[in-house]
C-alpha cells in the first residue's frame, strides 16, 4: 500500500528473505510452495542453553509437533543434544507454513544456531525430512529450482531423490543432492 493505493508486489520472495549484510548463524532460505507459486522463504532458529528445568519450544509460522519431530530426528540420527536447549523458530514475514519441503531449511537453521555458524546466504534448501533421518524428494522441485536461480541463489540442497527426476538443462545453480541429515551436516559444517 502506497499514498496513491496498492501497488502490485512482482516478486513475493524478494520481499520475504531479509536482506542483510553480515552472515548470522540460525537462518537459512526454504525454497517452497504456496499454491502454485514457489516462494523462497527465510527460516530462522535460535538455540541457547536451557535455564530452567524444562527446555522451551516456541514457533512462530511453524508447526510446533513438526519441531519436536525434527529435534527429535537430529537427537537420535545426528547425536546433537537439543533436550538440554531452548530452541526458537520463526519464518519471517509473519507467514505461516505447512509445505513439508521447508524441513530441511529448518534443521539447517537449528543445526547452524546449535554450531554458532552461519550458513552461505546463498544457499537454500528444498526438501521433507523423515523419521529416519532421510530427505524425502519434494514436489514441484524444478519450479522451486527455477525461483530459487532467479533470485540468484548459487546453490540449492535437495533430496538425491529429487536430483533423479531433474531434466539436466542449462542451469546456473548449482543442484546438491543428499540423502541424510548427517550429509547434510558434513556438507554445511
Known sequence: MTGTGMRAVNNPSEVLITQKEEQLSGIAIAATMEGMRPLLIE?????????????????????????????AVLEKRGGFHFGVKDVFINIAGGIKVEDPSIDLAIVSALLSSYEDTPINQHYCFAGEVGLSGEIRAVNRIEQRIAEAEKLGFEKIIVSKYNSKSLSKQNLTIEVVPLSKVEELYQYLF
Not at 541457547?48 to 519436536?68: A, I, M
Open 43 to 71: 527460516g530462522q532458529a535460535l538455540v541457547t542453553q536451557s535455564v530452567y528445568g524444562t527446555p522451551q519450544r516456541t514457533v512462530s509460522g511453524f508447526d510446533l509437533r513438526r519441531l519436536q519431530l525434527l529435534l
